[in-house]
Structure formats: structure tokens, C-alpha cells
């Protein structure tokens, strides 16, 4: 179970995550969309925000480690677009203004993941009149999310302990052929889940 | 009335195999009935006819029968209320983000109540002793938890007929012996596919034994299975229990 870090800390017990769902949730978008669209030569803006996020952070007892952790496994993608924005006139500042807008909107919504569960999220949504066909794609997604992680990681596993030689073709291989038995599996599952969900008067 | 009876029922998968050939079962009320046979003898597909799961489109060949009126594709919400499946793979039951949220799924569907549902969660749960289990996600939860929660969600709908496909399959000895005793205590009649035919000699009172798609025969459960030669010639073994017990005894 080494993915339950997606979420660990969203059951603890303090002031930001005793806090209503909904209110959370509300902040979180406001915030997202606000820097978004927030010029970046508003630099009290961005100061206020990067450091209401690591008062929060604080608050929520969220170890500081883990979180730089998170951003760090999601900073590839970030790193990638931002250098994609080098090859454009005046890229230096585009990149950076990419690099301070992404992060900050990533450590939103790492502290939103983990001071409210995931269902209670769910359930904002659905009050809020979100089509219930997106909440129940959402609720499905996090459900089995964590079991095709675990599935993927057996199977390389499994793969890698009868594989010898180590040169780089062959991984990629490997790699190749862990995906589509994974897609394979996931969509045989999806289709025992369909039958479990009519079994229990589910009508689409 | 029987509370399920299965006449002359035969279906092929999409790519044209036989899966069943005419098979015929019934289970009275509140009895428990084994269904036996080694993997890929049709127990699962036969499973999913009884509540109306498959045939998906074609019209059966045969007929499946429960509390007296025939399945039809006009009575399967009915069909689906009276007859509680619990699937083999507990992940693959348990689609809900919160164990709430999940045992309410069955009630909520069938249109019980608002009011009414957290009380009968709370009872359901109550049945498979995991109170105070509402807010734990699936993923947090160990194997026989899982199960037992699978069993909730299915109660929580109140069906007449429950069926169970390879209940104890993922279970250690201790989450399989609370499963075994918890399912005997059940007043709803009970159709049970298993390969673990302790559990059947245990709790099921008649079993049939399929193999290739058909129904080999069918009896009390001690008088076939302490059959070794018929046993063996189904991939099965006799139970250690009936080892040194005769069969009539």
C-alpha cells in the first residue's frame, strides 16, 4: 500500500481540515482561477497567496516534506511545458511566470486533497448540481485508481523477476506489455463492475 | 413455491462456446444449496442468469424462475431486488468512494425511503458486525472486511434469495470461518458456488455438481461429496471432514 500517498493526510483532525467541505472546495477554485488570470506584475498577489498556502499547510499539520515531495513528483509535466515556452519571443519571463502560476495552483490543490476526503468532495459537487454522470466518473476514477497502481506495480513486478537482461529495448518492452494487459484487465473489470452496479438496481 | 427455480436453461457466450446446456435447479424457501464443479465449469455464468444479469439481449433458452414469477426483461428491477448476488472479486462490488455510500447504493437505487436508508445501512452493517465502519474507504479495508461490507450492501437491499459466487476465495481462515458463520445465519435462502467444499459440506444442505456447462448430479451435499471417484473425475477432492465419517451416519 505505498500509493495511499495520494491522500494520507486527509483524515487528520485539525483547525483547516474541521473546516465545511464546501468552503474548502470554494476557497480552492477561487484560488485557482484568481491566479490564473492574475497578471504576474501583481507580485503582492502571488507573495499574499504563496504564503496564505504554507500558513494553511502549517495549520493542517501537513509535514512540509511531504508536501515539497508531492509538488516534486508533479513537476516534471510542469517543468516540460514551461521549457516549451522558452522557444517563443521573450520566453525567460513566459517560463517563469508558467513555473510560478503552476506551482502555486499545485500546492491549491495538494492541500485541498489532503485536508478533506475525497468523498466529502464528491458529495459538494453533487449538491452542487454537477452532472451525476461526471461525480460518479469522479467516484469511480478515485475508487479504482489505487487498485490499477497496485495491479501495475504486481505485474512489472512479476515481469521484472523473470526478466534477465536489463538492456534498455527490453524494458521498454516490458513497459509496453505491463500497459495493455493493464488496459486489458481494467476493461474486463469495468465490465464485472457494470454487472456488480446492475445487480444492485443501477439503471443508466 | 420454490424461491428459485431454473428449467432447462442453456446459453452460449458471444463468440458462439456453450457455456450451459440444460441446466435445472431449484432452491426452496430459506434453504441453502451448493453449486460445485471445477473452473471453468459454468458456475459464475450460471450465477449471473439468476438475477437476470445475462442473457444480456438474445431471448434464454429455458427459463429462470424466482419466487414464482419468471425473469423477463419487463421484471428484472424486480428480479434484481429479490435475488442479492455477491461477486467474486470484492473490488469489483465495492464501487463506491466511502462503505456509507456503498452499502446505500442498493437501497438508494431501488427507490427506499430517503429517511429511512441510514437506518437500514446501520442495521446492514450491524449484520455483518462492522459498525462504526460509515466514513473507511474500500481501499483501507482488509480482505474479509471487504467481503463482509460486499454482504451488507447486498442485505441492505433485503433480498429473498441470496447468491454467492466464491465467497471465501480471498478470505484467511479467520475472515472465511466469520464468513461461514455469518452466511448460516442467515434467514434468506442461500445459493452458494464454491471450490471450497468444507464451507458446502458446512453450510449447504443440497448441492448440484456442474461440470462442462451441465448439471452431473445433484443430492445431499455429504452423500456426493464423500463420492471420491466422482470427486475426482470433476477436478474436486473429498473433504477432509467426510475422510473418516461415513456418508449416511
Known sequence: MRH??????????????????????????????????????ETWYFGGCALFLILAVIVARLPIGFVALRLLTLEPLVIGVAVLALLQPGGVAVMLRILLKSNLCLLTVVLLSNTTPFADILRVLRSLRVPSLLVT??????????????????????????????????????????????????????????????????ES | MKALEVSSLSYSYPDGKPALRDVSLYADEGEC??????????????????????????????????????????????????????????????????????????????GLPQG????????????????????????????????????????????????????????????????????????ATRIIASHDLELVVDLCSRVYLLDGGEVITSGPSAEILSNEPLMLAHGLEKPHSLQHRHPHS
Open chain 1, 4 to 41: 495511499d500517498y495520494i491522500d494520507r493526510y486527509a483524515r487528520l483532525d485539525t483547525p483547516v481540515h474541521r473546516l465545511p467541505s464546501w468552503c474548502k472546495l470554494l476557497a480552492a477554485v477561487i484560488m485557482l482561477v484568481w491566479t490564473v488570470v492574475t497578471p504576474p506584475s
Open chain 1, 137 to 202: 466518473i469522479l467516484a469511480l476514477m478515485y475508487r479504482y485508481v489505487f487498485l490499477l497502481i497496485d495491479q501495475a506495480e504486481r505485474m512489472s513486478r512479476a515481469r521484472e523477476s523473470r526478466t534477465f537482461t536489463l538492456r534498455r529495448a527490453g524494458r521498454w518492452r516490458v513497459a509496453a506489455g505491463v500497459v495493455s494487459q493493464l488496459f486489458v484487465r481494467s476493461t474486463e473489470r469495468a465490465e464485472r463492475i457494470y454487472a456488480a452496479m446492475t445487480a444492485r438496481g443501477w
Open chain 2, 33 to 110: 444449496v451448493g453449486i460445485i464443479g471445477p473452473n471453468g465449469a459454468g458456475k459464475s455464468t450460471l450465477l449471473l442468469h439468476l438475477n437476470g444479469i445475462l442473457p444480456e439481449d438474445e431471448r434464454p433458452r429455458g427459463e429462470v424462475r424466482v419466487c414464482g414469477s419468471p425473469v423477463t426483461p419487463g421484471s428484472l428491477r424486480e428480479v434484481h431486488r429479490l435475488v442479492g448476488l455477491l461477486f467474486q472479486d470484492p473490488d469489483d462490488q465495492l464501487f463506491c468512494p466511502t462503505v456509507y455510500e456503498d452499502v446505500a447504493f442498493g437501497p438508494s437505487q431501488f
Open chain 2, 116 to 187: 429511512e436508508i441510514p437506518r437500514i445501512v446501520a442495521e446492514a452493517l450491524r449484520q455483518v458486525g462492522l459498525e462504526g465502519f460509515e466514513r473507511r474507504s474500500p481501499h483501507h479495508l482488509s480482505g474479509g472486511e471487504k467481503q463482509r461490507v460486499c454482504l451488507a450492501g447486498i442485505l441492505a437491499c433485503q433480498p429473498r434469495v441470496l447468491v454467492l459466487d466464491e465467497p471465501t476465495s480471498d478470505l484467511d481462515p479467520r475472515g472465511r470461518r466469520e464468513l461461514a458463520s455469518l452466511i448460516r445465519n442467515l434467514g
